[in-house]
């Protein structure tokens, strides 16, 4: 995950002081690498040994350290400004073109975000999982369930054998049924989400491998799991909390399923030409009104 990324996910669960100093970096990322530590204390309503241990949390030796990877990842997207100036907060009497430019131009960075913090090698672990899987069982609530629901239909088309659930009732019993070599997939944006870890913790006490995908790396969820794949989030108005992750959720699964396809390949290839030839009479033809 990129430094400012880690810093947003994080920010939740920090002590009210470090969570301003966080408030303040994120709300202006290029002014905070220009900044003395002084500076950057008195914007944040703190102290120098506030932002030192600030910078310790993150792995830094000093606020120095801190500095330069702040203003190396504000250079990296420094082509992206356009994106970074758009506001996120949507008013009443918006119209809908700046509408339009506020939700295209924040999902547009989330996207990017979650490719740039995106652990390939996990993303391997997973698909290689899921690939050689006899059940995979995928789980999550409210917006991750339609998350999870979409993620069934894509193995399923390939004969993966695939169940989404969305009752916590249902998941729990079909988690007590999985075993060894089979997966469970707990989507949750929080990684707090009671549900999920119990439905994670249920499979994994059975054998199964384990995988969570959350945007927050340290949440409940991410310990219970084996396998972690990590999504950014940006909220918006209207758009808060597990709402705002949906596009990063797919991404994430997306890349996951085309890697299981990939391993398939023969399989899915088969799977595509008989689906596509079953629906064929329900197509109207190309020029038909």
Known sequence: MGLLGRIRADQADQPEALRKVAEAILANPAQAARSTIVDLA??????????????????????????????????????????TDIGQEILP?????????????????????????????????????????????????????????????????????????????????DAALLGHGDVAVGISHSGRTREVIEVLAEAGSHGAITVAVTSHPDSPLAEVAELVLTTASRETTFRAHGFAAIHSQLLVLDIVYVSVAQRTYERTREAFDLTVRAVEGHRLPEGEP
Request: with cysteine.
């Open 42 to 83: 008195e914007r944040s309503g703190t102290s120098t040994a506030t932002i030192t241990r600030f910078c310790r949390a993150l792995g830094f030796g000093g606020y120095a350290e801190l500095r330069v990877a702040v203003a190396t990842e504000t250079g990296r997207t420094a082509t992206q400004r356009w994106e």
């Open 93 to 173: 009497t918006d119209d809908l073109d700046r509408v339009l430019g506020v939700v295209s131009g924040n999902d547009i960075r989330l996207i990017r975000e979650t490719a740039a913090q995106l652990d390939l090698a996990m993303v391997e672990k997973v698909a290689e999982a899921i690939s050689r899987a006899g059940r995979v069982l995928l789980f999550g609530v409210s917006s991750s369930a339609a998350v999870s629901s979409e993620m069934e239909q894509r193995l399923q088309r390939i004969r993966v054998p695939t169940w989404s659930r969305s009752d916590a009732h249902s998941a729990l019993s």
